[in-house]
């Protein structure tokens, strides 16, 4: 895809527009690190790639309890080293990903976005 780059206060952000017309924003600290990723379009971006190291903690948490159907709904993940929410329909899917321990000073959960 195409990458532009922003400066927003004590952080930058990458955001990264994918041929299939998602677009991923990369929020980064002013030591280069991603403390927090967000997305929308008409495609789930690749998980797997957007969480790194954390995908394994997110599958662990939507993983349904042995015997029960996955029922499609809203994501909404808040543990400690990891908040993940998801949402929309196919056609429109939007989400956010962060560490809340790893936002830098100043930076609200609500500015990831």
Avoid: C, N
Avoid at 50 to 56: A, D, H, R, T, V
């Amino acid at each position: 895809g195409t990458r532009t780059t922003k400066a927003a206060g004590s952080y930058e952000v990458h955001e990264i527009q994918a041929a299939t017309g998602t677009v991923v924003k990369e929020y980064l600290s002013p030591e280069g690190k991603v403390f927090a990723v967000a997305w929308h379009g008409p495609r789930l971006p690749d998980l797997r790639q957007l969480l790194g190291g954390y995908f394994e903690q997110y599958r662990a948490a939507v993983q349904p309890p042995s015997g029960t159907r996955m029922v499609r709904k809203p994501i909404m993940i808040d543990r400690p080293g990891l908040v993940v929410q998801i949402g929309g329909h196919v056609g429109a899917f939007s989400g956010r990903a962060y560490v809340p321990e790893t936002l830098p000073a100043g930076v609200r959960a609500e500015d990831i976005q």
